[in-house]
Antibody, heavy 120, light 109 residues
């Protein structure tokens, strides 16, 4: 059974960098069948796609966040990571890591989500 | 930029009734890349439908998807108590490469 687990600080100060890691078990980030994704959801609001990384390090980002986002993959640890720079209160959200199927472009596995609050 | 608009915002129905949820795109979306999700409070979303009409693994057949171009529909034939939740549509393909609709809440009447 595939499982994804987010980890990282739950509180980040304004203007600093948000860093999260997703550890994948029961599957491999080295598979060419998936895009490893980050999606966020402000409390009480809808879903926003942040971006994804492919097993070879290729990336695709939401244009609205592209200037601040870096997603990378570490196959030796079976993990992928998110960095979001210059955060503001508007970046407060539940952050999900997720597995996006290359073939049908649907997300079949999600992490449980981690709440990141931006506050001084 | 493709915008997905879901309607209605809230659907108030009783168990056993039929639910029809709409997802309209501002530009044509490939049917191959239109998905639907269910989200319950405090939980991650769950994939219901991909490719506009294919049920994901383990999804009951009371859930069905249809549509093409700019108009897509999720139908729940007979609502069960566990179906009351928020539903999102999602597209892949155009700027932004991936996006979600704003969601429809199906609540108990």
């Amino acid at each position: 059974q595939v499982q994804l687990q987010e980890s990282g600080p739950g509180l980040v100060k304004p203007s600093e960098t948000l860093s999260l890691t997703c550890t994948v078990s029961g599957g491999s980030v080295s598979s060419g069948s998936y895009y490893w994704s980050w999606i966020r959801q402000p409390p009480g609001k809808g879903l926003e796609w942040i971006g994804y990384v492919y097993y070879n390090g290729g990336t695709n980002y939401n244009p609205s966040l592209k200037s601040r986002v870096t997603i990378s993959v570490d196959s030796s640890k079976n993990q992928f990571s998110l960095k979001l720079t210059s955060v503001t209160a508007a970046d407060t959200a539940i952050y999900y890591c997720a597995r996006l199927l290359v073939g049908v472009k649907g997300v079949d596995y999600w992490g449980q989500g981690t709440l990141v609050t931006v506050s001084s | 930029e493709i915008v997905l608009t879901q309607s209605p915002g809230t659907l108030s129905l009783s168990p056993g009734e039929r639910a029809t949820l709409s997802c309209r795109a501002s530009q044509s979306v490939s049917s191959s890349y239109l998905a639907w999700y269910q989200q319950k409070p405090g939980r991650a979303p769950r994939l219901l439908i991909y490719g506009a009409s294919s049920r994901a693994t383990g999804i009951p057949d009371r859930f069905s998807g249809s549509g093409s171009g700019t108009d897509f529909t999720l139908t729940i034939s007979r609502l069960e108590p566990e179906d009351f939740a928020v539903y999102y549509c999602q597209q892949y393909g155009s700027s932004p490469p991936l996006s979600f609709g704003g969601g429809t809440t199906v609540e108990i009447k």
